[in-house]
């Protein structure tokens, strides 16, 4: 199945100009090491090459004269020093690679200071023919910018995914292990192909079952599914249970500060090393969405993590500490809390008091991954203490997999967005990469958008999101169009129409689905519960938090100092006075920020009741219009992705008009003022 091979579809390579230049470096390749991850490399490096070329490369050992792919690290730096240069070894990290190509004699030379270095570095090289680039004069030195490049599964035991479009989890089924690893192995060779290097892979709400998953009864799956990420550079790590000394351990408490607590989770860590010795760490989710956590013996969330961190400490893991604490069971008619708050609130006041090996994981925006919010204020505000940033592949709020929604230029504003934390150029990128306030450890992590379906992604163009994302994690430098076009040539091909219209369409389609879906950063208007479709007061009376206030004066969210929630004072002071104020806070997010009368006029020039006419009917014809350049490529891709991405297109088309007619007519009957155009409003 093409759709199954995502990125990685190595297709025959015939037409292209490039064989001649490629074909002479074919020959040999020399791997003089033998470890699991540089016999990962050589194999997908040989998969590649045959099934791009129909050719098997000989393997060796030895140094050949001419024509061969050399794989090797620092320990076999003396077979091939002359031709890399001593300057470079010294500014390759522990992740990083060298490639170098040599016209004289048609070789290569992929160098990694370790073994991780050299299966990423075969990835590239395999994507730069996959990509239709020269492999002449390379000479490429890459080092990753973020220490962990890291995916959460939201994955049941159960088999099912929670916030999961794409089938069923590849990791489980009625309450066990799949015993399908092949499926595992794929996935892991598609993450490490753009750099992913940790994983936790149970949901981060820990219920009965998955509790279990550290005791005996588990813990030799969960090493075998170690040992197949482990082969591709990846890292395991489990999200726990907080309330773990109880429900496995028969504790009658989970207080950190309770010895018996503290010596449970000692024994218990050093179980869990038994079984996996490279085991990354553990995910917490405490005191959030009724999971239990330290609050429940008025302790604090770093007495909390420290607890896990020391337990863990001795055997070199960390604690990923997640900060999305909120009181979700507010009473909506005491509107002076404010949902944003939570998680500076709760944490900002802790900084400097987590050990070394706790790692705080932080949400991008400070409500929960909508198609537009602002940035997280805890981003830079916490200079002692280590930060991850949690983006969401899956698209929970922006479509689920069934709309197509490109994440990468959403992203890219998040890391580039400035926090003047150390004064202007203090962008969020260079808080989580850790060269602001040199963290221990620091990152990138998402939520994963796979399953079982053959696809992966249920959406094949949400693939697209997975690959980005990796990228991006790797090099928050790398513009969206790179990355793009990267993605498009290695999954469809080169054919430069096939890749410009694909490319173009993924980079419109966040503002395409913002267009006809909830306006100017207010967010949510979706369906309770499964969050999918239009329902403007969905949330608007509910106990969780997120409201819009919309009535028949106006709309938005006062999250100022002056007259709202001071939200605002969460961000250093040239963010917070932007934000504060009406003439300077962006349009994008006016309503996230302000609450204002439609008839407020918008740096646009327009109204905003007429922007939210405007973009409803304008994002329904961009929709349709997606739908339609989609048709226009019949007989350019494979009929089963074409078709499969054709039906999620209509599908789009249709849904689009159900969130314009309610959105629209909603704000028409509270505002009672008409649409300039005279549109069809029901
Ligand atoms: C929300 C999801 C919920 C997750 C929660 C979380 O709706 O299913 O459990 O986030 O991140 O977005 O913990």
């Known amino acids: 199945e093409t759709s199954y091979n995502s990125w990685l579809q190595y297709s025959k390579i015939t037409d292209s100009p490039l064989v001649d230049n490629y074909s002479p470096f074919l020959e040999h390749v020399v791997i003089p090491e033998n470890t699991e ?50 300057d470079l070894l010294g500014q390759l990290n522990n992740e990083g690679y060298i490639i170098k190509s040599f016209e004289s004699n048609n070789s290569i030379i992929i160098f990694g200071k370790n073994d991780k270095g050299v299966l990423y570095g075969v990835f590239h090289l395999l994507r730069l023919i996959q990509t239709d680039s020269s492999l002449n004069n390379i000479d490429i030195f890459e080092n990753p910018k973020n220490q962990l490049r890291m995916i959460n599964e939201w994955d049941n035991m159960d088999g099912s995914v929670e916030r999961g479009y794409a089938g069923n989890s590849i990791f489980f089924e009625e309450n066990r292990f799949v015993r399908d690893w092949d499926r595992i192995k794929d996935y892991a060779r598609m993450l490490s192909s753009v750099g992913i290097n940790a994983i936790a892979f149970n949901n981060v709400n820990v219920h009965e079952v998955e509790s279990k998953l550290i005791t005996t009864e588990f813990l030799p799956d969960v090493a075998k ?226 399953g079982n379906d053959v696809n992966w992604t249920g959406h094949t163009l949400a693939q697209a999101n997975l690959y980005g994302y990796g990228r991006l994690t790797w090099n928050p430098d790398l513009s969206s169009e790179i990355i793009t076009d990267e993605w498009v040539k290695a999954t469809f091909g080169t054919d430069l129409d096939v890749v410009s219209e694909i490319s173009d369409m993924l980079l419109q389609s966040w503002r395409i689905y913002e267009n006809y879906t909830s306006p100017l950063g207010v967010g949510w208007m979706v369906n309770p519960e499964h969050h999918y479709g239009p329902n403007v007061d969905g949330y608007e009376y509910s106990v969780w938090g997120t409201y819009h206030f919309a009535d028949c004066k106006g709309i938005g969210v006062d999250r100022t100092i002056s007259t709202g929630t001071g939200y605002t004072g969460q961000y250093f002071p040239e963010n917070q006075t932007m934000y504060e104020s009406l003439d300077t806070c962006p349009d994008e997010l006016l309503l996230f920020f302000h609450h204002v009368p439609y008839t407020h006029v918008l740096k646009s020039g327009k109204t905003v009741i007429q922007h939210i006419y405007d973009t409803h009917f304008e994002g329904v014809e961009q929709a349709e219009g997606l739908k339609q350049r989609w048709l226009a490529l019949e007989g350019k891709i494979d009929p089963t992705r074409f078709r499969g991405i054709l039906e999620r297109l209509e599908h789009q088309a249709e849904h689009s008009k159900e969130w314009r007619d309610i959105i629209n007519t909603y704000f028409y009957r509270k505002s009672g003022i008409p649409d300039e155009k005279n549109r069809k409003i029901y």
Not at 64 to 80: A, N, P, Q, R, W
Not at 330 to 341: E, G, N
């Open 37 to 86: 991850v540089i016999n990962s490399a050589k194999e997908e490096l040989l998969c590649g090459i045959s099934s791009m070329f129909g050719k098997s490369l000989n393997i060796s050992t030895e140094l050949k004269k001419e024509s061969f792919i050399f794989l090797g690290t620092e320990d076999k730096y003396e077979m091939v020093k002359e031709l890399i240069g001593v």
């Open 225 to 450: 599914v170690a040992s197949i990420f482990r082969a591709y550079g990846i890292k395991t790590f489990l999200s726990i249970n907080y309330a773990s000394p109880i429900q496995i351990g028969g504790l009658d408490t989970a207080d950190p500060l309770d010895e018996k607590v503290r010596n449970w989770w000692k024994e218990k860590t050093k179980e869990i090393y038994q079984y996996i010795p490279d085991f990354g760490g553990v995910l917490v989710k405490a005191d959030s969405e009724h999971r239990p956590g330290p609050f429940t013996y008025n302790r604090t969330h770093a007495d909390g993590s420290n607890m896990l961190a020391e337990a863990i400490e001795p055997f070199g893991g960390i604690v990923l500490w997640r900060c999305f604490v909120y009181n979700c069971m507010q009473d909506w008619r005491d509107r002076s809390t404010d949902r944003a708050k939570a998680a500076y609130d709760h944490f900002k006041p802790l900084d400097g008091q987590f050990k070394d090996n706790v790692v705080l994981q932080i949400k991008n925006g400070p409500m929960d991954f909508q198609v537009r919010e602002g940035v997280s204020p805890l981003f830079g505000a916490m200079p002692k203490t280590n930060q991850l940033l949690e983006f969401q592949i899956a698209q929970e709020y922006t479509g689920q997999q069934r709309h197509v929604c490109y994440l990468i230029p959403q992203w890219k504003e998040i890391l580039d967005f400035d926090t003047y934390a150390n004064g202007e150029g203090t962008p969020v990128k260079s808080v989580v990469d850790g060269s602001q306030f040199q963290y221990t450890h620091c990152g990138i992590t998402a939520v994963s958008n796979i």
